[in-house]
């Protein structure tokens, strides 16, 4: 199993700035993609930014430029600074581990989420 702990939400201004923690502890595979994914009222979940086990970072088109992905290795932590926020960036914000393990295939685990709202 694999916890996550989420933090940095809440409500903040057009153009202004958060940013997102996120902690992993417990069975963290050496090959894993981590990152943070959102869902939006009546939208599916989509990918906003994440580390690939190749070594990548994938960003949501939406976000490139004005979001950044970074991470404490040692610590198990990604981070999602987010700047110059628009009011369609509101939404629940949630981290996201995928543990590759050999014979196992891909499993998913996922934060409790943190609201983050941008008002216009």
């Known amino acids: 199993q694999v916890q996550l702990v989420e933090s940095g939400g809440g409500l903040v201004q057009a153009e202004g700035s958060l940013r997102l923690s996120c902690a992993a502890s417990?069975?963290?595979?050496?090959?894993?993609?981590m990152g943070w994914y959102r869902q939006a009222p009546g939208k599916q979940r989509e990918l906003v930014a994440a580390?690939?086990?190749?070594?990548?970072?994938n960003y949501a088109d939406s976000v490139k430029v004005r979001f950044t992905l970074s991470r404490d290795s040692a610590k198990n932590t990604v981070f999602l600074q987010m700047n110059s926020l628009k009011p369609e960036d509101t939404a629940v914000y949630y981290c996201?581990?995928?543990?590759?393990?050999?014979?196992?295939?891909?499993?998913?685990?996922w934060g409790q989420g943190t609201q983050v709202t941008v008002s216009s």
């Open positions: 996201n581990i995928r543990n590759y393990v050999l014979g196992k295939g891909p499993v998913d685990y």
């Open positions: 580390f690939t086990h190749a070594g990548s970072i």
């Open positions: 417990g069975s963290i595979s050496s090959f894993n993609d």
